[in-house]
């Protein structure tokens, strides 16, 4: 009734070449997952420093930029200057969601220096978004 294959699976060849290419790891994977995360957290910090200096966020820039350093084998981050014309609340809110993703792939990954930064950056930037909202 049907008809037996007579050429070489393309799949199966495929299959074969890709050791051709460096693969990475689960855990490769999410150090640049979590360290992209920390890294644009770190991105929207340094816009609300710019907006509104204060020693907190000071500390957190410094905290994050060591842990990106960190996952990204020792190379520090970029840092750019702020020119986002958003309002404090929304920076806040970002940099709350940033936070909440970082959160979840520390977690997963099970780095607990990372997860304890971005759990303690999203209490404070929903501490901040509530009260920049209060007012």
Do not use: C, N, W
């Amino acid at each position: 009734m049907y008809e037996p294959i007579r050429t070489k699976s393309v799949h199966t060849t495929m299959a074969r070449a890709t050791s051709d290419f460096p693969h990475r790891s689960r855990e490769e994977e999410l150090d640049i997952q979590l360290a992209g995360h920390l890294a644009a957290l770190l991105a929207v910090t340094d816009e609300l420093r710019t907006l509104t200096p204060s020693t907190d966020l000071d500390t957190a820039a410094e905290r994050l930029a060591t842990q990106v350093a960190r996952l990204r084998g020792g190379r520090p981050p970029l840092r750019a200057t702020a020119t986002s014309a958003a309002a404090p609340t929304v920076l806040h809110r970002r940099a709350h969601a940033l936070a909440g993703r970082a959160l979840v792939v520390a977690a997963s990954r099970a780095d607990t220096a990372a997860a304890i930064l971005a759990a303690e950056r999203m209490d404070a930037h929903a501490a901040a978004e509530e009260l920049s909202a209060a007012h």
